[in-house]
């Protein structure tokens, strides 16, 4: 069972379990584990449980939501009341976003790319996965294909 609190934070959602949190990241490459860093960039899934992590690049799926773009052409300010609405409807289509691309994709946690660190078995310390690397499943593109729908 997953336990966890999403929280409306700015433009983005976040979840509020522990951070440094360590798991099998099932990472392609490389071996070692996952290890989320920054739960407050965690998207979707359960920080203590989780096996398969992938990462989204949240900038870019609210670029593609349509009540995102209409505060940006607006230059809505975060005090205008027709802001919130619109901040409200950008992060639920956010999370039906990448709830649904995570399940399709067979991953259990998404993350802000550099949020997960994947972590060296000889335990040599850590490193931030980048864009880019493929040490990590990239949901952004499926993500944002479907906040534009």
Do not use: C, H, W
């Amino acid at each position: 069972m997953r336990r966890f609190a999403v929280v409306v934070f700015g433009l983005g959602l976040v979840l509020l379990p522990l951070a440094g949190v360590r798991a099998d990241g099932g990472a392609r490459g490389g071996g070692g584990r996952a290890e989320v860093r920054d739960a407050r960039a965690v998207y979707y899934g359960d920080v203590r449980e989780f096996a398969r992590p992938s990462v989204v690049n949240a900038a870019a799926v609210f670029g593609r939501i349509p009540e995102y773009q209409e505060i940006a052409r607006r230059r809505l300010g975060r005090n205008e009341p027709e802001s919130g609405i619109l901040v409200e409807k950008a992060n639920l289509r956010f999370v039906r976003a990448v709830a649904p691309a995570a399940r399709a994709a067979g991953r259990v946690l998404v993350a802000e790319v550099g949020a997960v660190v994947i972590v060296g078995e000889d335990g040599d310390g850590a490193r931030a996965v980048r864009p880019g690397e493929v040490a990590l499943p990239d949901l952004t593109a499926e993500a944002a294909r479907r906040a534009a729908e």
